[in-house]
């Protein structure tokens, strides 16, 4: 037994809408919204789909990233999420961010009075979306925030509503009323207060277009002009002791459950060890795919790694022949990374690149995205694996590792 395991810390430390939680009796087989429905009683977060399809149970996970120097805020399914894997990290649900009690956030306001929430089940989850993506762009654009909403469904009051309400936080909205009260101004109006005249799209569609009609189509139903200013300079802080504490990203945490232990190494040597004395472990890093074989095909792994921390496995690095992307990437992040290459290189280079953020946008939903991994996707070697028959074509180079074998390369092709 190697002299680290003797320097491991077992108790999960992670926050919930601000208040520090520390817990040291943790099962790893535990997601957090089952931790945040039974243990803290946040019962706005909802089980819906249990795996990752609907996003009734989307709530914010926040994260100090030291390299970058600023806090990331990422959409997650709840329901997949393990609670252990929250150490270091701040997580809101929707009880975090506003109340009938005390008062609602304009994202909760405004979905309301535009009529997008009829049995309310799955709002919760469509307000985390949008609230998240406002934490990382307080000015969106409309195809922001389509992005942003791939993994939430309504199932009765349908998306229009919901829409409707929210791109009033978009700079789109913004520009076209800029410019609608300038039609006014100049004394450009058909009386029903568009500034298109015979050609509004009230006089056509009764209210109703493809594209969602013009900027005072929904008057009728709704007064945006009451709607609650937002600020961004008025949301919470990130916790402080996450910002300056860096210890919880250099812990090696071990917890142990009835039925699973939880690893979570941050050198690759350390997880090189774990593999080889356990070597039907999984790793997880979303846990997207594993999540789901527990739940629906009752699948028991006495042991968990969590490869998080280790910098060989979350890093982007660009190389001669086109980049190194480490296995516990997430897939949004290696889409960003993709994009950057993309801008920077010329065309003939990043043609797979071009083709595999094509892929990235049909793949999954964006919490999926945010969370699960490029090895988890290769490993899993599933018919239905998106980005595999684009990385076979392009004869993408697999670095493998272990301890007794060392490193290894495997190039990826259809035969």
């Avoid at 002791?241 to 812990?251: G, V």
């Amino acid at each position: 037994m190697r002299e680290y395991i003797l320097k491991t810390e077992s108790t999960l430390t992670f926050y919930v809408n601000g208040r520090k939680v520390v817990d040291n009796n943790v099962d790893p087989e535990w997601t957090l919204l089952y931790y945040l429905r039974n243990k803290l009683r946040l019962c706005g977060t909802k089980l819906g789909c249990s795996e990752g399809g609907c996003g009734a149970c989307t709530v914010m996970v926040s994260r100090y990233d030291r390299v970058k120097g600023k806090v990331i805020h990422l959409a997650i399914n709840a329901c997949l999420a393990p609670v252990a894997s929250m150490h270091g990290l701040a997580v809101t649900t929707v009880e975090g961010i506003g109340s009938t009690k005390t008062h609602l956030h304009p994202v909760q306001k405004r979905i309301a009075e535009a009529h997008g929430s009829q049995c309310g089940f799955c709002t919760p989850g469509i307000v985390m979306s949008m609230y998240t993506l406002l934490r990382n762009l307080p000015k969106p654009k409309m195809k922001d925030m389509e992005i942003a909403f791939q993994g939430n469904l309504c199932r009765c009051t349908g998306y229009r509503p919901i829409i409707e309400g929210f791109r009033s936080f978009t700079e789109d909205w913004e520009q076209s009323q800029a410019m609608y009260n300038n039609h006014l101004n100049n004394g450009i109006s058909n009386g029903n207060g568009c500034a298109k005249g015979d050609q509004c799209c009230k006089n056509k569609f009764n209210g109703v277009t493809a594209n969602g009609g013009c900027t005072e189509d929904q008057a009728v139903l709704f007064s945006k002009t009451e709607y609650t200013p937002y600020d961004p300079s008025q949301e919470p802080i990130f916790p402080p002791e996450l910002r300056m504490n860096s210890s919880f990203d250099s812990q090696f945490l071990v917890i142990k459950g009835k039925r699973a232990t939880w690893y979570r190494p941050t050198k690759l040597e350390d997880l090189l060890y774990l593999k080889s004395e356990y070597p039907h472990a999984r790793i997880i890093v979303g846990n997207t795919e594993v999540g789901v074989e527990m739940k629906f095909k009752n699948m028991i792994y006495p042991v968990l790694i969590q490869p998080n921390q280790i910098l060989e496995l979350t890093s982007v690095a660009t190389c001669s022949s086109g980049l190194r992307i480490g296995a516990a990437v997430t897939l949004n992040d290696m889409q960003q990374a993709l994009r950057n290459d993309i801008e920077s290189q010329p065309e003939h280079k990043t043609r797979i690149f071009v083709a595999i953020v094509n892929m990235l946008h049909w793949f999954a939903g964006k919490q999926i995205r945010n969370v699960g991994a490029v090895g988890g996707n290769i490993m899993t070697s599933s018919p239905i694996s998106d980005l595999n028959p684009i990385f076979n074509a392009a004869g993408c180079q697999l670095e493998l590792h272990s301890k007794e074998n060392g490193i290894r390369y495997v190039t990826m092709d259809h035969t």
